[in-house]
């Protein structure tokens, strides 16, 4: 008998699973807004300007690729605390903040979660309702409980902020709050920096312990205004989980480049945390891989990569709001009565569109129009040629 005779076949990523049916539907016309890649006017996903020189140097210098340090690249950590808490931080001046880097953001979540566990093994982990997928079983795979904190109000396409406040002034000390620093995923709704401030209020009075997941960084405003909730947790002397990623900043998703950086009460405290941080590292993978994290590490730190960088991130962020009022424009203009604007209101890549599961499914059958059955639409994989198309097709699915 084999070992692996009563192994159950799992279900298939709902996500991903979508992706293979896509690939495989026949129709010239087919448009992919399920997976959370951006996608340029071509439909390509870019390789930035920044990137492309930074690994021309990188290959021309033909460095030898030894093991990197557990935690990471010191140059590239270091960049990722100034992104994330501005150059001035006292906190990084104090040598308070410990930075990893990691596999992506999800390396970042799991060895966070990992070290949480071996800190407080008996918390709870609280996450948005809904959030990113993969938040509930990364948590729960670390051995966690998870619950959900109120979050989307379908009735207003907005927050149920006095909820997700309520919910979070009962939870119990020690409870992990996940948060989502900006850019929502899945639902594009961010809280206003007001309602920030009362979030922090509540997780410090009710000593709960903030994980902010920042994944977006540059795709709301722009780098600095997007981390202002990380911000504002930073200077509320908590001690504050960030999980970090550069994966659409860089456009580089299969690099895996990301951080996790934790606050700490001191310089002593900090040493203490990142020698057991290190440990959660070293027992997964031992250390992270060398290409991804030094051209990240070489953009931020070159003035000029740096600049362009900034610049091609600003114009995803255009072209995704352009893409957002075009679509807002053309659903009306083909008759919708739907009021569709608060599409405009919304950040990042996403947009919960209102869209029912069974207008999802003809979407797909009937146009060859694939989004996620919540109704989460990619909508940095639209573009000028395949807009048309979408938006006739979903004001067909609404009528
Ligand atoms: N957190 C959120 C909210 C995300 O949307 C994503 C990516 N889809 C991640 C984390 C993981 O990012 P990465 O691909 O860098 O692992």
Not at 19 to 28: G, I, S
Not at 76 to 81: F, I, M
Not at 112 to 123: H, S
Not at 152 to 171: H, I, K, P, R, W
């Amino acid at each position: 008998m084999s070992l692996f005779s009563a192994v159950e076949l799992a279900p298939r990523d709902p996500i991903l699973g979508l992706n293979e049916a896509f690939n495989a539907d026949a129709r010239t016309t087919k448009v992919n807004l399920g997976v959370g890649v951006y996608t340029n006017e071509e439909g390509k996903i870019p390789l930035l300007r920044a990137v492309r020189e930074a690994e021309k140097a990188r290959v021309e210098a033909g460095l030898p690729r030894g093991y990197l340090p557990i935690e990471g690249i010191a140059a590239y950590d270091a960049a990722v605390q100034k992104l994330l808490l501005g150059n001035d931080s006292p906190l990084i001046a104090a040598g308070r903040v410990v930075t990893a880097q990691a596999l992506g953001g999800t390396g970042a979540l799991k060895i966070g979660a990992d070290f949480l566990k071996r800190v407080n093994p008996n918390a709870k982990v609280a996450i948005s309702d809904p959030s990113w997928e993969n938040h509930r079983a990364l948590f729960e795979s670390a051995g966690f409980e998870v619950v959900a904190y109120p979050y989307y109000d379908a009735q207003t396409n907005g927050v149920n902020f006095e909820g997700m406040l309520s919910a979070l002034d009962g939870y119990a000390a020690g409870t992990v709050v996940v948060l989502h620093a900006c850019c929502h995923n899945p639902t594009g709704v961010d809280i206003s920096d007001a309602q920030w401030k009362q979030v922090v209020e509540v997780v410090k009075a009710r000593q709960l312990v903030p994980f902010l997941d920042i994944a977006y960084q540059g795709f709301g405003d722009d780098i600095e205004a997007d981390a202002a909730a990380v911000r504002l947790f930073a200077a509320s002397e908590l001690n504050v989980f960030v999980s970090s990623s550069f994966s659409k900043s860089f456009s580089l998703y299969g690099e895996r480049i990301g951080a996790l950086s934790i606050i700490t009460d001191s310089k002593d405290e900090a040493a203490r945390v990142l020698s057991q941080l290190k440990r959660v590292i070293r027992t997964n993978y031992s250390n992270p891989p060398t290409h991804g994290g030094s051209v990240v590490a070489a953009v931020l730190t070159s003035p000029e990569l740096r600049a362009t960088w900034e610049q091609e991130l600003g114009e995803m962020r255009d072209r995704i709001r352009a893409m957002r009022k075009g679509l807002v424009e053309r659903l009306k203009a083909a008759g919708v009565n739907r009021d569709f604007s608060f599409v405009n209101a919304q950040r990042g890549m996403f947009s919960y569109s209102g869209l029912s599961a069974a207008q999802v499914d003809r979407l797909r059958e009937e146009y060859g129009i694939y989004a996620v059955s919540t109704g989460r639409i990619c909508v940095a994989a639209l573009n000028t040629r395949n807009i048309d198309v979408v938006a006739n097709a979903v004001a067909n699915v609404l009528k």
